[in-house]
């Protein structure tokens, strides 16, 4: 039986690590249910959690990054106020901080769809429509993931990263959206391991800073139709 609510949560500002072990336990609770109800031939229905949040500055490394593509050392981040995890998602080195919309979807894929490449595109075409309604034309940069704007021409900028975990079809770790954020940030790292392309953010290419609460409640219901999910509050 396929549970199609999802428990949504905004952690408002959040330390990453702290962000980082309660996705975790949230995680591991799906996880050791899935494994109960096959060892024991039960039925219990999985949960599915969409969290958003902000976190302080910090500068993650996934599985499959290099570290050289932190270009700062303990004394730069300091300088910075930012941390630095290295941590068990996909992708190389992201950063997060306030003003961006990090997405942590905690969802049973058996409740929606075993496919991980089609998930990835989903979430991006959540942040694709989001961005349509404020007008702006945002796409896929063929090899890459995320979301891009002028990714057909040499103006091609990342406005949306992703980096995910999946194990038992259960996933963790997610999307970070760039609406309002401080854009000098990424200077200081090589951006998912990609050094000739830029980044940008909706403030940036809009000229004024949109309402992040709007645009949380527009990527909420986008993501709510394409997965055919009932959010619930």
């Not at 496919?115 to 989903?122: C, E, K, S």
Request: charged residues 25%; glycine residues 8%; proline residues 3%.
């Amino acid at each position: 039986m396929m549970n199609k609510k999802v428990q949504y949560a905004d952690w408002g500002l959040v330390d990453y690590k702290q962000a980082w072990e309660q996705q975790e336990e949230i995680f591991n609770q799906i996880v050791a249910l899935k494994i109960e109800n096959r060892t024991k031939g039960l039925d219990q229905q999985t949960s599915n959690v969409l969290v958003f949040c902000e976190h302080p500055h910090v500068y993650t490394l996934g599985k499959s990054g290099l570290p050289e593509n932190l270009l700062l050392d303990e004394r730069g981040l300091e300088e910075k106020q930012a941390s630095y995890y290295k941590i068990n998602r996909g992708g190389d080195i992201t950063y997060h901080g306030p003003g961006q919309i990090v997405g942590y979807p905690i969802l049973d894929l058996d409740n929606f769809f075993t496919d991980i490449h089609l998930y990835l595109r989903t979430l991006e075409e959540a942040v694709i429509l989001t961005l349509k309604d404020y007008g702006i034309q945002a796409g896929r940069y063929p090899g890459y993931t995320g979301v891009w704007l002028d990714a057909d021409n040499d103006k091609a900028r990342k406005i949306c990263a992703m980096g995910v975990r999946c194990s038992r079809w259960v996933t963790m770790h997610g999307f970070a959206f760039n609406v309002n954020t401080d854009l000098d940030y990424f200077k200081n790292i090589v951006p998912c391991g990609i050094d000739d392309k830029d980044v940008t953010s909706m403030k940036r290419e809009l000229g004024y800073e949109p309402d992040q609460q709007e645009v949380k409640l527009k990527l909420r219901e986008h993501l709510a139709t394409l997965f055919e999910m009932e959010i619930v509050l």
